[in-house]
């Protein structure tokens, strides 16, 4: 007989949500040719002068990933590695001009993604979602526990 489960299962709620929403943005970001971890690399890259190991710690990719993810942006021309105005001995990811019209494009389907996936609330339970969330982000979930055996970190 299995144990009676005492409390919502928190673990599966967040997981599905979370896999369902990434599978939804990469359907849609895919429409413009990108991916979740191009988008990611675009926009942060447009913020400010970033190398792709600072880029890489933004979008929790390990660097054989964002090396795969660069590539495939310099490859369509929206972005090229250059030597950084701050640190010659550093590169840094430049976003071209191309990249940066894409960037506005993907993130304004970033946006409607996340704004459907929350018009299936009612109005006042969005907010109470999104401050919850932001609260156990900023508090209690906001560092992972050591373990010998990590868990792996699923990611768009």
């Known amino acids: 007989m299995a144990p009676k489960r005492n409390e919502p299962d928190l673990s599966f709620l967040l997981d599905h949500t979370s896999h369902i929403l990434r599978t939804q943005m990469s359907a849609a ?18 913020e400010e002068e970033r190398t792709q ?13 964002m090396v795969v993810t660069v590539d495939a942006l310099e490859a369509a021309g929206l972005a090229e590695r250059r030597p950084s105005s701050r640190d010659r001995r550093a590169r840094i990811i430049a976003v071209t001009e191309e ?7 993907s993130q304004e389907i970033v946006d409607r993604v996340h704004r459907e996936a929350l018009t299936s609330l009612p ?26 055996r990590p868990a792996r970190r699923a990611r768009q």
């Open 29 to 46: 970001l895919a429409e413009i040719g990108l991916t979740a971890r191009m988008h990611c690399v675009l926009v942060h890259a447009l």
């Open 53 to 65: 190991a600072q880029l890489a710690e933004l979008g929790d990719m390990d660097k054989t990933t």
């Open 99 to 105: 990249g940066a019209r894409i960037a506005g494009q």
């Open 123 to 148: 109005e006042p339970d969005r907010a109470t979602l999104l401050q919850a969330l932001n609260q156990l982000t900023e508090g209690h979930l906001a560092t992972p526990a050591e373990s010998p």
